[in-house]
């Protein structure tokens, strides 16, 4: 009934022991189309489960027209829009080619990616850089400072992480970084401080051994300095890795991917393999820079909510007590309740990222969609928050509640397959 194993409780012990036991290292950085194949034509990835252009939010649309812009697929706006309107452009969903894209998650075949490989498993995942924060892609905004920006990353940015990686021979251990910065303070979605100086301080004295340009060195160097998100993307593409080997033991009520497209809001579960179970999305709540509000905020998009399903993000709420005001979900205490509550949904903890200011215990192991089920408790998720129109970009950050009914939807759906039902 359950493959190899005797009950769902021995399948789900399977699937977050492979999370737990992975080993995942950053190894390089990437033209997109060089390990995308799908990205060698006239197509876009997309955040979250498959949509159609129409029911895109603006923001994500204004992703698409930005990155036809920086493929030179149009020369305006307008023959941008074009393009998508008449059907010319084909869409995926990053998840299902080993990606995860931020927000509209629109990546395209020339912008560089990570590659995040999880060496237990001997598989990989990718995710497009971090752009900093202001006018940037991911939030939808597509003006030439933006497109020259994606530019520099793939001319610049990319090839020179690419040489420094080289000359390191193998790679970032990921687990190593991620288990220093969660006691610095970093949940891995809304914080990245620690995790991103920990990613300079690793990563430095490689680039300075490259025999890249002395002013590409100096302006590679300053940009990670000064983005404080930048180790976002690597725990994204790490959450990707890790969960893409515990998802090949198809058995069990694991939940192995949540992502959102302002749309929709999608997850999948280890017992039922690739298929998506959907609800429609919440609009996130949460503090918002000077001169924008609550009215103006988008629909949750974004496949960093593999965060979360890895067991941080949100989910690690207390070992970030200072994101908790930063999202507008109060103070220590409410870290520590959020936290607590998490754990009523997990399976276990993982002993890899031991929090201090949770006693040293472990970060959530294993969202189990039974228990979200049966306690009525939905995963907490940290995001960015995009204005609702295309090409203003990022007006606060907050927290979201993953929809219910996906988590119905799935574990109904299992209990047919298992003809409980």
Same mark, same amino acid.
């Given at each position: 009934m359950y493959g190899p194993y005797e009950t769902i409780d021995e399948a789900n012990r399977a699937v977050i022991d492979k999370v737990a036991g992975s080993a995942p290292f950053l190894v390089d950085v990437v033209p997109a189309k060089s390990v995308i194949d799908v990205l060698n034509g006239k197509v876009l990835l997309h955040a979250g489960p498959p949509v159609k252009w129409e029911n895109m939010p603006s @923001?994500?649309?204004?992703?698409?027209?930005?990155?036809?812009?920086?493929?030179?697929?149009?020369?305006?706006?307008?023959?941008?829009?074009?393009?998508?309107?008449? *059907?010319?452009?084909?869409?995926?969903p990053c998840h299902h080619v080993k990606t995860v894209g931020p927000m509209g998650g629109i990546t395209s075949g020339n912008m560089a990616v990570l590659v995040v490989e999880n060496r237990a498993d001997g598989n990989r995942a990718y995710c +497009?850089?971090? %752009?900093?924060?202001?006018?940037?892609?991911?939030?939808?905004?597509?003006?030439?400072?933006?497109?020259?920006?994606?530019?520099?990353?793939?001319?610049?940015?990319?090839?020179?992480?690419?040489? #420094?990686?080289?000359?390191?021979?193998?790679?970032?251990?990921?687990?190593?970084?991620?288990?220093? #910065?969660?006691?610095?303070?970093?949940?891995?979605?809304?914080?990245?401080? #620690?995790?991103?100086?920990?990613?300079?301080?690793?990563?430095? @004295?490689?680039?300075?051994?490259?025999?890249?340009?002395?002013?590409?060195?100096?302006?590679?160097?300053q940009f990670l300095a000064d983005t404080d998100q930048f180790f976002l993307n690597i725990a994204m593409a790490t959450g990707k890795a890790v969960m893409d080997a515990a998802r090949t033991i198809q058995h069990g009520t694991v939940v192995t991917a949540m992502s959102r497209n302002g749309y929709e809001f999608g997850i999948r579960i280890s017992g039922?393999?690739? %298929?998506?179970? +959907?609800?429609?999305?919440?609009?996130?709540?949460?503090?918002?820079?000077?001169?924008?509000?609550?009215?103006?905020?988008? @629909?949750?998009? *974004?496949?960093?909510?593999? +965060?979360?399903?890895?067991?941080?993000?949100?989910?690690?709420?207390?070992?970030?007590?200072?994101?908790?005001?930063? $999202?507008?979900?109060g103070g220590f205490e409410d870290a520590?309740?959020?936290?607590? %509550?998490?754990?009523?949904?997990?399976?276990?903890?993982?002993?890899?990222?031991?929090?201090?200011?949770?006693?040293?215990?472990?970060?959530?192991? *294993?969202?189990?969609?039974?228990?979200? $089920?049966?306690? *009525?408790?939905?995963?907490?998720i940290n995001t960015g928050i995009a204005h609702k129109e295309a090409g203003v970009g990022q007006i606060g950050a907050g927290t979201v509640r993953a929809p219910l009914a996906c988590f119905e939807k799935a574990i109904e759906a299992y209990a047919v397959k298992l003809g409980l039902i």
């Amino acid at each position: 009934m359950y493959g190899p194993y005797e009950t769902i409780d021995e399948a789900n012990r399977a699937v977050i022991d492979k999370v737990a036991g992975s080993a995942p290292f950053l190894v390089d950085v990437v033209p997109a189309k060089s390990v995308i194949d799908v990205l060698n034509g006239k197509v876009l990835l997309h955040a979250g489960p498959p949509v159609k252009w129409e029911n895109m939010p603006s @923001p994500m649309q204004g992703s698409c027209v930005g990155a036809a812009l920086f493929e030179g697929w149009a020369a305006s706006e307008e023959e941008a829009f074009a393009l998508f309107e008449n *059907g010319e452009v084909e869409f995926v969903p990053c998840h299902h080619v080993k990606t995860v894209g931020p927000m509209g998650g629109i990546t395209s075949g020339n912008m560089a990616v990570l590659v995040v490989e999880n060496r237990a498993d001997g598989n990989r995942a990718y995710c +497009t850089m971090n %752009e900093g924060i202001g006018k940037v892609l991911r939030f939808g905004a597509y003006s030439e400072e933006v497109v020259n920006r994606l530019k520099w990353m793939a001319d610049v940015l990319g090839p020179t992480l690419s040489k #420094a990686l080289k000359v390191k021979g193998d790679g970032l251990n990921i687990n190593v970084m991620i288990a220093k #910065a969660i006691t610095m303070g970093d949940e891995f979605h809304q914080r990245n401080i #620690a995790a991103s100086l920990v990613f300079l301080k690793e990563i430095v @004295p490689y680039i300075l051994k490259t025999d890249v340009a002395e002013d590409d060195k100096q302006a590679v160097i300053q940009f990670l300095a000064d983005t404080d998100q930048f180790f976002l993307n690597i725990a994204m593409a790490t959450g990707k890795a890790v969960m893409d080997a515990a998802r090949t033991i198809q058995h069990g009520t694991v939940v192995t991917a949540m992502s959102r497209n302002g749309y929709e809001f999608g997850i999948r579960i280890s017992g039922m393999g690739d %298929e998506w179970f +959907t609800a429609p999305v919440n609009t996130p709540q949460g503090l918002f820079f000077t001169g924008y509000s609550q009215e103006m905020a988008c @629909p949750d998009m *974004g496949d960093s909510a593999i +965060t979360e399903t890895f067991g941080v993000g949100g989910m690690a709420m207390i070992a970030a007590p200072g994101v908790t005001r930063f $999202v507008g979900a109060g103070g220590f205490e409410d870290a520590l309740s959020t936290s607590n %509550e998490m754990l009523e949904i997990s399976i276990d903890q993982n002993p890899n990222f031991a929090i201090p200011t949770w006693n040293f215990q472990g970060t959530c192991l *294993g969202i189990d969609a039974r228990k979200v $089920v049966e306690t *009525g408790i939905e995963p907490v998720i940290n995001t960015g928050i995009a204005h609702k129109e295309a090409g203003v970009g990022q007006i606060g950050a907050g927290t979201v509640r993953a929809p219910l009914a996906c988590f119905e939807k799935a574990i109904e759906a299992y209990a047919v397959k298992l003809g409980l039902i």
